[in-house]
């Protein structure tokens, strides 16, 4: 008798409740998204809250408009995430590998401090200070805003508060050019290795005093580049990458050094006549 | 039984606050209580889930008595609820979707949710009446919703802060409500 | 799709009612087993235990079901099927939630001669002495209860007061750190004593083996 | 007539810095020497700066044009000494970087004769006529924002201007430039007023003078022309930041600025009085600007005082004049809640600088203090005059929520007071979070 | 709510363990999916159930049978069951399953189910149970997600014990029971009331952050 | 010649008020001395033990936290004191001293360290470290040793060096505090003793009249919002009068309610705590005016004789969302839903 009874009772319930369901889903359907329902189907069902969302749908929703990561579902297995991930994911073509280039030299060593800035010790606020207190307008302040906003540790900074980039991690994000108020970071071709590493736009021998290894636009490079490769403008030389710059040519004459060929191996090379820098602090480089 | 409607409410709301004290709802406590917005309107969604939960609660019991097969509550509790709210959630879908943006997307996660059961289940324990019932759900909601709204005040106020890291995420938030919850302890024996 | 739906549906139906066939009479004697050993707990003496149900004219008559909303007592008998009292139930607020309580009544000598809590929430090491301070329980081994002449109401209600200060039977000395328990045990008991001694001491001889 | 004066008549919030005013506040205006070089920027004010029609090597007469404006909103340059250019190149600014401008070698001072040009009378002249000739005078605000007067003063198409304000109040601490000129240049004043009520349009002239100016505020009063009874000085409390045309507006007029408004918006146009007085003297001769008073103060001067000082005048020269002690440490142009540090004495003296206060190193201890965490102690909220919740910006600055800050927390209507960093017991480094957080915004804008 | 490293923690004695993919299902859900301190999820028993050691063995023990039970149910019936009517199917098994646990606890021992409470009847909306139902049980086989289910079970288990026995040790200064400290002890009352359980995983988790950070930093040293 | 030196630069503007951080905090000890001396004078040696246990704890783990931090000591700042003199305040004067010590150490790391140290902490840290006390030994934060005993200076409370760990074992214990008297037996102390601190209580509760002159002499020298105490202290004197008025029997008067129990000095030195609390006058009057009402709740209808502690946490919770919904109209923008 109990057992007709419930049989009865739950399997009228479970009848009226499909037909339900399935008249409802049948006549109160909205048009959506179809990914939406193929990224829930990949989800846990949870529906814990654990993603921040209110639950699966939501989640997947934000996956599929492209707000959300599939990491942050703490319940879904690593294959589930990267199932979801495949799914929604673009590849990103292949080109050839960028990296941060930095274009100013004039580290502790070499460069000088009009004035002492004090404060906030980053560089977009120091820029805003006279510039930041130091004799090159154009340059480096050192306080290695860069550093902190490279999220794959590829800038350091060296030992006379200049960045260094590290050409393996970079992956062009752009966040240093991005962040750096003097905008001394450009991401280029990781083949360009003629280099200009200064944007003073002064020009005389009187840039000197404030920094060493500066550009003074004595148009040397200019004259030995082969063809129109160099060109000065503002004061500064601009190399024309459309053209073979294959060259270490241009750097020889150049007498701060100003203008250097970037070597995957041996690092920066300065031409024979840069004279040579007086060191002002004795501290050692303390990167790597 | 001496209790009165007033003291149902504050009962569930307050003294026996559904998360904080009888720990019911915690999944979606601290999972939606970061940001503010959400969390009342996840409040309101409860609050509404709550009350339809418990007319069924009370209606299914009242059914399964007349049967004798009390053996039959839980499930019948479960899918019953299950799926009036899925119900509802394509009819608001349908009808109003700016509705839907704001209270209907939390239906899902609610519906398989303890405090919602659990509060079909205590009604039906404490053996209260209809509007007994309403009340007690009402109740429920708001101090669900209260305990939501407060933790994510906070929350936000400690998005922030410098917190540190062997304390980011569900360890801080576990730990405030542990707070909350020994502060909610003020309210016992209120009424009594 | 409904197939498979209500197919699952009737499988779970079976399942469930074949649990429920098989502990159910298990069940059943453990809650009996229970009830019967608290009943026997505030009914000191009682070895046999018969369940009365309150009409509404205000007589008592047996009960055998299962118990849907009536009202019930529970009569104690001893070995010699005497009337050691009767055990009602009885609950209210407490400090933390409602407290559920079961406390003996003996009609001959008009007084309270037992108390067991059934459920309580309150706080364990504080709250929870009401079931285990002994000083406590020893009020409810002869708690003055006695009618009035008229038979119609206590002559005393019930009172709890604060530790060491109790002087009269029917005052019941509260546990100290524990006053808001121990007090809301008093006010319970007084409110139902109230309600329920005049009834049953006037339907005493209803209660028979 | 008397003065009007209600401790009510002032805005809400702000602060009370300590004056130091008492130093400078009795001594007469002087004249300046002229420097061996003077160096003269082009751009000198907000807008456009202005292009040089001199040769290297010409001579040139004072008051000459010698760079034209180019453009509405920007202004010629004059010369402020007779004598030759010797560079048109690049100059040094206060901030930092290099800028285009002229070096010029002055004549020794008995031969400096002044270049008059045509006059401008201020009943006669058309209002148009008037504009031109403000601009041409080359006058920006010397209130410290060097905006091109003229601009200013052109009323936009549906708005109407009711009152005009000239604002005395010179809030900042130290500062006592506009004071002296309220005390010896009443006439300049009144007569420039004139021109200014006509090119507004205005019906009324108010001088808003703080009450720690009431010799002032008196002498204005007696000295205001019989003919324009609609001139009026009105006296307010003392508080800092008064000086700011907005809360100038509330204090006198009950008025409110609207967020991102301009005064015009409430019918209000508001001048410093040293641009009055500049354009009450300039405009009846056709002269231009060529010089300005300022007041060289602070603990590291020497012969603290306010000077008549030409336009182009090296600061180092400047501060050789008058001598510095030895522990000086940072020399700002302007007071010391709004000035800007120097980070270079080779730069000039510029129409927009009002004061030039030298610190030595006993007053700067204060920057080198702990930075405590924000305590919420509400100090910088019951300060700001903006009413904003400076403690909430600077947290959320710190963690660089710039969108929160200039959506929910009105960010950009802070005028950088620095009320907000005055008061703060944690030493936080508020307004430069803002200015910081602003610049970050308008990098994305 | 954190967002957990993917990444595969490599510990010596599981690696060991980590061979076949059967015990690979076992023993992610003991650690590295740990359904309590990773996924945090199934908080409210967690939470509610775990002030004595008995109690927390005994709701693990409940849950471990359920989700054993639907598990291996919603494996075997996956092919049968229409995809619109899934959850709702899924829930029905589920609380079957619990309707059957809650009356063996109740013929078992009336006290036990006393002190678990509604909690018996509230492991049908765990989180854990469905989501493994969905998430695993619905995509494989019956004997992986045997396996599935009894490393998730034994996991939760495990992390109630984890809060069980330090809650009861200091609540009350026993163990299952039996007296373990002095019994001139005095106990810490919040560790057996709601607050309590909430420290008390926060301290956990805690710990386990701590443990993840000296590792992270140490691996960076290196 | 000194025109040659290096200059500093830094934004404006370039003087400050020069009232620091720690120096307020400093000057909140101040205040609280006068306090504690009246209570050790009160209660004797255990008391002072009590105290001085609590300010040791709560600055040590501070300073060991931020050594495990790898950052610089904060104790410097005052405040880790101040958590502690007050958090040792709020106890009985015969608390256990290891219960006070592991009061402190979680006062501080889970009240403070754990939200990112001074300045971030969302509840008020003392109370939080009273608060889990409260929950883990009831009993004997209930237990209350007797004003001005006879012996107080010579002998120490046999609890107050209980065993680590181990029940505190009891001597002497007096009856019950005001509050208690009040609420299960209807006694009400006179209003004078409770002022001048001639009852029973936690050490630092009792002397209203020392609480209220130090939280004046805060006041004076601007380091503390005057708001909150006002907004607190009124609003339980005007529902408490309100309640009085209406049945004197139930409800006790307004005036001791704010003598009694730990009202003064949550009112004067825990609920103004400015970290925890809303940040515009207007905001702090409300939040006042909420714990005095939760205040006047929970004493009269609740369970506990006392409540002042829960209010504030509770206040402390609220206070976010006050922060929000009042904000003042910024200069210039519309009157009206200016502010969402
Ligand atoms: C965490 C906590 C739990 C408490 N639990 C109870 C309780 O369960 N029952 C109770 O009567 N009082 C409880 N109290 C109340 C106090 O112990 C209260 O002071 C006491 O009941 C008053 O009695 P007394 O005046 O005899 O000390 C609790 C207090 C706290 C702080
Ligand atoms: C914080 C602040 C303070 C100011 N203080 C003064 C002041 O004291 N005196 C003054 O003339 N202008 C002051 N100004 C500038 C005025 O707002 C306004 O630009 C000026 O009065 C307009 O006159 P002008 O254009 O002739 O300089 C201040 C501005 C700000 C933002
Ligand atoms: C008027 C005033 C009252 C204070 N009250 C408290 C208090 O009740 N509890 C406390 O821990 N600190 C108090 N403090 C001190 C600090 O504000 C306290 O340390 C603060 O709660 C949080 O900062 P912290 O992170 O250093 O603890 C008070 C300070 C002042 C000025
Ligand atoms: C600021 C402060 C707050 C307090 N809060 C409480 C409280 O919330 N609950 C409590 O039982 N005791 C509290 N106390 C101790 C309390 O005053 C003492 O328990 C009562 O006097 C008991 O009647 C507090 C003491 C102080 C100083
Ligand atoms: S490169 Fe730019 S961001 Fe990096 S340290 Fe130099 S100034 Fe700063
Ligand atoms: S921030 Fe981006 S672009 Fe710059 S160095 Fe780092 S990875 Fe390269
Ligand atoms: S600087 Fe900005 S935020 Fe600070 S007080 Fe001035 S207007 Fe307000
Ligand atoms: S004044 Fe400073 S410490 Fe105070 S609230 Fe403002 S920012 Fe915070
Ligand atoms: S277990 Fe997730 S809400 Fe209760």
């Not at chain 4, 005048?313 to 030895?326: A, C, M, N, S």
């Not at chain 5, 399953?97 to 006290?111: E, N």
Request: with cysteine; hydrophobic share 45%.
């Amino acid at each position: 008798m109990l057992i007709i009874i419930s049989i009865a009772a739950l399997g009228g319930l479970t009848l009226l409740l499909a037909t339900m369901l399935i008249v409802a889903n049948k006549k109160l359907h909205v048009e959506e998204d179809p990914r939406i329902d193929i990224v829930e189907d990949m989800l846990p069902h949870a529906n814990c809250g654990a993603c921040g969302f209110p639950g699966c749908r939501p989640f997947a929703e934000s996956l599929v408009n492209g707000g959300s990561l599939p990491g942050k579902c703490t319940v879904s297995s690593e294959e589930g995430r990267v199932e979801i991930a495949q799914f929604l994911g673009v590849d990103v073509g292949a080109a050839e590998k960028q990296v941060a280039r930095l274009a100013c030299a004039g580290g502790t060593n070499v460069a000088r401090n009009r004035a002492q800035y004090q404060g906030l010790q980053t560089c977009q606020a120091a820029s805003l200070v006279s510039g930041g207190g130091k004799d090159c307008f154009w340059g480096c302040l050192g306080l290695a805003d860069c550093e902190v906003v490279c999220d794959f540790d590829a800038i350091t900074m060296n030992g006379f508060s200049i960045p260094v980039v590290n050409e393996d991690k970079c992956t062009a994000c752009g966040d240093c050019v991005e962040v750096c108020p003097k905008d001394l970071f450009s991401i280029q071709p990781e083949s360009n290795r003629l280099w200009v590493a200064c944007k003073n736009l002064d020009a005389g021998d009187e840039i000197l005093e404030g920094c060493q290894v500066g550009c003074t636009a004595c148009a040397r490079c200019e004259m030995d580049a082969p063809g129109n490769l160099i060109t000065m403008k503002n004061n500064l030389p601009v190399i024309d990458y459309s053209q073979n710059h294959n060259t270490q040519v241009p750097i020889q004459r150049c007498p701060t050094g100003a203008i250097v060929w970037l070597d995957k191996k041996k690092g920066v090379i300065k031409g024979e006549k840069s004279k040579k820098i007086i060191r002002k602090g004795e501290r050692r480089i303390a990167t790597t | 039984m001496n209790d009165s409607l007033w003291f149902i409410f504050i009962n569930a709301s307050l003294i026996n606050n559904f998360v904080l004290a009888y720990f019911l709802g915690i999944c979606p406590f601290l999972g939606v209580s970061g940001k503010l917005e959400t969390a009342s309107r996840m409040g309101g969604a409860v609050t509404f889930v709550m009350i339809i939960a418990s007319m069924s609660a009370y209606g299914i019991h009242a059914l399964l008595i007349t049967i004798n097969a009390p053996f039959l509550q839980l499930i019948s509790y479960i899918v019953v609820i299950a799926s009036t709210v899925q119900l509802v959630e394509m009819f608001i879908k349908k009808i109003s979707p700016g509705l839907f943006r704001a209270l209907g997307i939390f239906l899902p996660l609610i519906t398989t949710n303890c405090a919602i059961l659990g509060l079909a289940l205590f009604q039906t324990n404490k053996g209260y009446g209809f509007l007994e019932s309403f009340v007690y759900a009402l109740g429920a909601g708001a101090g669900f919703t209260l305990a939501l709204i407060l933790m994510a005040g906070l929350r936000e106020q400690l998005d922030l802060a410098d917190i540190p890291n062997v304390a980011k995420g569900t360890a801080l938030t576990l730990l405030i409500a542990g707070i909350l919850s020994l502060s909610f302890m003020g309210f016992a024996g209120l009424g009594g | 799709m409904f197939r498979a739906m209500v197919g699952i549906g009737i499988l779970c139906a079976l399942l469930i009612v074949v649990t429920y066939e098989f502990t159910l009479p298990i069940i059943k004697k453990n809650k009996t087993e229970a009830l019967e050993k608290a009943v026997f707990k505030v009914l000191p003496g009682a070895t046999k235990k018969i369940t009365y149900k309150l009409n509404d004219d205000k007589s008592f008559e047996e009960f055998h079901q299962e118990r849907q909303k009536e009202q019930l007592v529970y009569a104690g008998f001893d070995d010699d099927g005497k009337l050691v009292g009767l055990a009602i139930e009885a609950s209210g607020q407490g400090f933390q939630d409602v407290l559920n309580i079961l406390y003996g009544y003996s009609p001959e000598s008009q007084t309270l001669i037992g108390f067991y809590v059934l459920e309580s929430k309150e706080t364990p090491g504080l709250g929870d002495k009401i079931e285990k301070d002994k000083a406590f329980l020893d009020n409810f081994s002869a708690l003055d209860v006695s009618l009035e002449e008229s038979l119609d109401a206590l002559k005393n209600l019930v009172n709890p007061v604060k530790h060491g200060t109790k002087k009269n039977p029917w005052e019941i000395d509260c546990i100290t750190g524990a006053t808001i328990s121990s007090k809301a045990i008093g006010k319970i008991i007084k409110e139902s004593s109230q309600y329920w001694v005049p009834i049953i001491y006037n339907h005493k001889d209803s209660f028979k083996q | 007539m008397t003065l009007s004066f209600s401790k009510k008549n002032t805005f809400k919030h702000g602060i009370h810095p300590p004056e130091s005013k008492d130093e400078t506040n009795k001594l007469p205006i002087r004249r300046f020497p002229f420097a061996p070089v003077m160096i003269i920027p082009l751009a000198q004010n907000i807008g456009a700066p202005s292009e040089p029609i001199v040769r290297e090597g010409q001579e040139v007469v004072r008051g000459q044009v010698i760079a034209k404006a180019s453009g509405f909103v920007s202004v010629p340059t004059h010369a402020p000494a007779s004598g030759t250019i010797r560079k048109i190149g690049n100059v040094p600014t206060i901030s930092g970087k290099m800028a285009q401008g002229i070096y010029l070698d002055p004549f020794p001072s008995d031969t400096q004769e002044v270049d008059e040009g045509d006059p401008i009378n201020a009943d006669s002249a058309s209002i148009d006529e008037i504009i031109a000739a403000i601009q041409n005078a080359g006058i920006v605000g010397l209130g410290g924002a060097a905006f091109p007067t003229h601009v200013k003063l052109k009323v936009p198409e549906g708005k109407k201007c009711d009152t005009l304000l000239i604002n005395g109040v010179e809030c900042e601490p130290y500062l006592t430039t506009d004071h002296r000129v309220m005390l010896e240049q009443a006439d300049d004043i009144f007569t420039g007023i004139k021109y200014l009520l006509k090119v507004t349009g205005a019906e009324k002239a108010i001088i808003g003078i703080e009450a720690n100016k009431l010799d002032a505020a008196e002498h204005l009063q007696k000295h205001i022309p019989a003919e324009s009874p609609n001139i009026s000085v009105a006296v307010i409390p003392v508080k800092y930041p008064q000086g700011a045309e907005k809360m100038l507006i509330t204090a006198v007029l009950g008025r409110e600025v609207p967020s991102g408004g301009l005064p015009i918006d409430v019918g209000v146009v508001a001048v410093n009085v040293a641009t009055t007085a500049e354009i009450g003297r300039l405009l009846p001769h056709g002269r231009g600007i060529m010089e300005r008073v300022i007041t060289i103060t602070g603990p590291g001067v020497k012969k603290k005082g306010n000077y008549l000082i030409p336009i182009g005048t090296p600061l180092r020269y400047v501060l050789e004049q008058v001598g510095v002690e030895d522990n000086i440490s940072e020399v700002y142009l302007g007071g010391p809640m709004m000035g800007v540090a120097v980070s270079n004495l080779d730069i000039p003296i510029v129409k927009g600088t009002s004061g030039v206060v030298v610190f030595t190193e006993n007053e700067v201890k204060a920057h080198k203090e702990k930075i405590f965490p924000c305590i919420k102690c509400g100090a910088c909220v019951e300060a700001c005059p903006i009413f904003l919740n400076p403690s909430k910006l600077g947290i959320l600055a710190k963690k660089e929520g710039y969108d929160q800050m200039a959506g929910e927390y009105n960010l950009m209507d802070c005028f950088e007071c620095g009320s907000c960093t005055y008061v703060c017991p944690s030493n936080i480094p508020l307004v430069q979070y803002f200015r910081l957080s602003k610049s970050i915004l308008r990098k994305r804008a | 709510m954190e967002i957990q490293t993917t990444e595969k923690k490599k510990g010596g004695f599981f690696e060991s363990l980590q061979n076949g993919p059967a015990t690979d299902e076992f023993i992610k859900g003991l650690w590295r999916e740990n359904p309590v301190f990773v996924q945090v999820l199934g908080m409210c028993p967690t939470l509610a159930v775990t002030n004595s050691a008995e109690n927390a063995l005994a709701m693990g023990l409940a849950t471990l049978f359920v989700l054993i039970m639907s598990n291996l149910l919603v494996s075997s019936l996956r092919n049968f069951i229409p995809k619109q009517v899934r959850i709702a199917t899924y829930i029905l098994i589920i609380a079957t399953c619990v309707t059957v646990a809650d009356y063996a606890i109740q013929a078992y021992s009336l006290d036990l189910h006393k002190a678990l409470g509604a909690f018996i009847a509230l492991i049908v909306v765990n989180c854990l149970i469905l989501g493994r139902a969905e998430a695993f049980a619905s995509k494989n086989t019956v004997s992986k997600s045997f396996w599935d289910a009894l490393g998730m079970g034994l996991g939760f288990t495990f992390a109630l014990l984890c809060l069980g026995v330090v809650r009861e040790i200091f609540g009350t200064g026993t163990l299952f029971g039996f007296p373990v400290l002095p019994g001139s002890f005095q106990s810490w009352i919040i560790m057996i009331l709601p607050g309590g359980g909430l420290f008390t995983l926060a301290i956990w988790l805690l710990v386990f952050n701590g443990a993840k950070e000296r590792k992270a930093k140490k691996a960076r040293a290196l | 010649m000194s025109l040659n030196k290096t200059l500093n630069i830094n934004t404006s503007p370039h003087i400050v008020k020069g009232i620091r951080t720690d120096e307020i905090m400093r000057n909140v000890v101040w205040a609280l001395i006068p306090v504690a001396a009246f209570s050790v004078y009160a209660f004797g040696i255990s008391a002072l033990f009590v105290i001085i246990t609590a300010v040791v704890s709560s600055v040590l783990t501070e300073h060991l936290l931020c050594r495990f931090a790898d950052k610089e000591s904060t104790i410097s700042d005052w405040s880790a004191t101040i958590t502690g003199l007050l958090f040792g305040l709020t106890l009985p004067p015969n608390f256990p001293l290891w219960m006070v010590f592991s009061g402190g150490v979680i006062a501080i790391a889970l009240g403070k360290y754990i939200f990112g140290g001074l300045g971030y902490n969302v509840f008020n840290p003392a109370l939080v470290g009273r608060a889990v006390l409260q929950a883990a030994f009831p009993v004997a934060i209930t237990t209350w040793y007797p004003a001005f005993s006879a012996d107080r200076f010579t002998t120490i409370s046999s609890s107050t060096f209980t065993f680590p760990f181990a029940q505190p074992v009891y001597d002497i214990v007096s009856g019950a505090t005001p509050l208690s008297a009040f609420k299960f037996e209807r006694i009400s102390a006179s209003t004078m003793d409770l002022a001048m601190g001639l009852t029973n209580g936690s050490s630092g509760e009792t002397s209203a009249f020392l609480i209220l002159l130090g939280g004046l002499y805060l006041i004076y020298r601007k380091m503390m919002d005057w708001h909150i105490p006002v907004a607190m202290l009124g609003s339980v004197f005007l529902l408490s009068g309100l309640l009085h008025l209406i049945d004197a029997e139930h409800y006790a008067s307004p005036l001791f309610m704010l003598f009694s129990g730990g009202l003064m000095l949550g009112a004067i030195f825990m609920a103004t705590d400015m970290v925890a609390s809303p940040i515009t006058p207007l905001g702090a009057s409300v939040y006042g005016a909420v714990i005095g009402i939760l205040v006047v709740v929970i004493r009269t209808w609740g369970g506990l004789p006392e409540g002042v502690m829960y209010a504030i946490l509770l206040g402390n919770a609220l206070s976010p969302h006050i922060d929000s919904l009042i904000r003042p109209r910024v200069y210039g923008t519309a009157r009206k839903g200016g502010q969402a």
